[in-house]
């Protein structure tokens, strides 16, 4: 589904990104691991057009995606969640996950302004459908909430939703377990491994929470100091000597 050849990214002296290939495929959840520094969400931003990678190339479906701009990158099937949660904190939730579904519904700001029609049938088609999402993610309740009081862990359930909501076929998700409490982790897997086993979507997931990472990914790649390391299942990973080395066996670290 995703195919990264090759890919270099240099900012400025720093090689971010240094000869990576990996690929995702349909249907599965693939972590990134390594870290801090590692490269991990300068590969997204480059997977999703924020950056342009300085050597190599992205594929989305067998189509190169390294030239397109962002918005047609997600138009194609690709949405991300942010490390740092972006939500309209002003916003209710439901309307947040509405702007996802904007394009799809074309309500645009003009016949907004016009309080035209279609927009009000659109705006109606819309609500239902955020709804329907915010209930496969169990936070229907707070749907009239805005998203701005929402506590941290509801909030990046929220992002999820919001991405859902462009109905992408391949899901990138940045570090969507940081700051969660035990019971939301256990919460996520299951989120996640459900839209991997019931809407079928792929997803590729940076994370230094093991909990997630080793319970729900069918492979995971690790990166150290922008380089690949290895790519393997989960026990090939977690027994691999270079990848103890270079970021399991670190004493105290996130690992
Ligand atoms: N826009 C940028 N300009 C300059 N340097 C950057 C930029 N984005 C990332 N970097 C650098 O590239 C390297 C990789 O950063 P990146 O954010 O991809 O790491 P990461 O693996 O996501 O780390 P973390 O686990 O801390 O989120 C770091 O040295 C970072 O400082
Ligand atoms: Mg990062």
Request: include cysteine.
């Amino acid at each position: 589904m995703l195919e990264l050849r090759n890919i270099v990214v240099r900012f400025d002296g720093l090689v971010a990104v240094n000869d990576v290939s990996l690929d995702v495929k349909a249907g599965e959840i693939h972590a990134l691991i390594g870290p801090n520094g590692a490269g991990k969400s300068t590969i997204i931003n480059v997977v999703t057009g924020l950056y342009r990678p300085s050597e190599g190339d992205c594929f989305f479906q067998n189509e190169s995606i390294s030239n397109r701009p962002t918005h047609l990158i997600a138009r194609s099937g690709l949405t991300r969640t942010f490390q740092n949660t972006e939500l309209f904190a002003d916003f209710s939730v439901i309307e947040n996950v509405m702007v996802g579904l904007d394009h799809e519904y074309h309500y645009g700001i003009v016949s907004r302004l016009l309080n035209l029609p279609r927009w009000r049938r659109n705006e109606k088609a819309a609500r239902y459908e955020a709804f329907e999402l915010l209930k496969r993610l169990k936070i229907e309740k707070f749907a009239e909430q805005k998203a701005g009081t929402l506590p941290f862990g509801l909030r990046r359930r929220v992002e999820i939703v919001r991405a859902l909501a462009t109905r992408p076929k391949l899901l990138l998700l940045d570090e969507p377990a940081a700051g969660l409490r035990h019971h939301e982790i256990i919460e996520l897997n299951q989120i996640l491994v459900e839209l991997r086993d019931e809407l079928g979507l792929a997803i590729l997931l940076v994370d230094h929470v093991m909990k997630v990472v080793m319970a729900i990914s069918n492979r995971v790649t690790v990166l150290n100091f922008g380089r690949h390391v290895a790519t393997g299942s989960v026990r090939e990973i977690r027994s691999n000597p270079d990848v103890i080395a270079a970021y399991l066996g670190g004493a105290g670290g996130h690992a």
